[in-house]
């Protein structure tokens, strides 16, 4: 669109600004359009650097096989790093053996609690029902190093430092602050007059629980076990200090190379955990659907 040059004013004159311009330059009129989609473009573009960024720097650093300062791309590029870490004795494979088993033990625990923690705090008139709910968050008030020193200090006396069993534990402690509240919230979801009507037609207060509520809840459910899943599967510092060095998880061996200077090491390991954590997220957002996410907290 060809714009009009503009016009001395005279005196008592009306400034007339055209519809969707803002403001004059030396080379014309410049639409606030234009303005509004470069600054859309740079927090897009801004956004983008902030969660890409470390992940390219990942990808880099997993298939680099010299790189040195000032040099700012890798001088050599190669699988040699993703072999040895795939080597068996190398020790990664069996870190991830070891942390997926963990993972789904911490589910398993997680959700034997939270199931019925979850439908009584949902279904029931429980006293204090929102201070037992802000109990579970207790965990996530404080700093974990703080937790997590004390709780070491606390499994050495009963012998479960180094043991499966005590990292599981630890685990759970954390996981549950998912697992209850979504689970609460899912089974919160369900309509209490479908349990009522298979009440009335004669069903045991279990059997339309495991009939009616339990299924209906399911996906919020399924969708608690993925949170726990991750969040165990990702878990450092409950492994560390209770673990290690007996328990060699994923996340431990990832430490162990970063501090060591292996960037290639740890760069590799940190995608083999991302692998799980994106795929899994896809699932949550296909099971945790609007009418569980409203009911969470109340």
């Known amino acids: 669109m060809v714009l009009p040059a503009p016009r001395r004013l005279h005196g008592g004159d009306a400034v007339r600004v055209p519809a969707g311009l803002s403001f004059e330059t030396a080379d014309g009129w410049v639409p606030a359009r234009l303005a509004r989609l470069l600054l859309h473009g740079l927090a897009i573009g801004g956004l983008a650097f902030i969660i890409f960024g470390p992940l390219a720097n990942l990808v880099l ?18 699988f040699k790093y993703w072999a040895t870490v795939f080597n068996p004795r190398a020790g990664a494979m069996a870190s991830l053996s070891v942390s997926i088993v963990i993972a789904l033990l911490t589910v398993a ?5 939270s199931v ?14 929102s201070a037992i709910m802000l109990l579970f968050l207790l ?3 404080f700093p974990s190093l703080s937790i997590y020193i004390n709780v070491a200090r606390i499994f050495y006396e009963f012998s479960l430092n180094g043991t499966m069993v005590g990292v599981v534990l ?4 954390h996981g549950l602050v998912y697992s209850v509240w979504i689970t609460a919230a899912a089974f919160a979801a369900v309509d209490h007059d479908l349990e009522l009507a298979a009440r009335n037609l004669g069903a045991t207060a279990s059997r339309a629980f495991f009939t009616v509520s339990l299924p209906l809840a399911a996906p919020g459910i399924v969708a608690s076990a993925i949170f726990v899943f991750l969040e165990s599967l990702d878990e450092f510092t409950g492994s560390y200090f209770v673990g290690a060095p007996e328990i060699q998880t994923l996340p431990l061996l990832l430490f162990g190379a970063s501090m060591a200077g292996n960037y290639q090491i740890a760069s590799i390991t940190a995608l083999i955990l991302l692998v799980p954590s994106i795929a899994f997220m896809l699932m949550v957002e296909r099971f945790l659907k609007g009418n569980v996410l409203s009911k969470v907290g109340t």
Not at 118 to 124: N, Q, V
């Open 61 to 78: 650093w997993s298939f680099a096989e010299r790189w040195y300062f000032p040099h700012k791309l890798p001088l050599e590029w190669g």
């Open 109 to 113: 625990l997680s959700l034997a609690l």
């Open 116 to 129: 019925p923690a979850g439908y009584a705090l949902a279904k029931r008139s429980l006293p204090l029902r």
């Open 139 to 141: 965990p996530q008030a």
């Open 170 to 173: 630890v685990h759970t402690l």
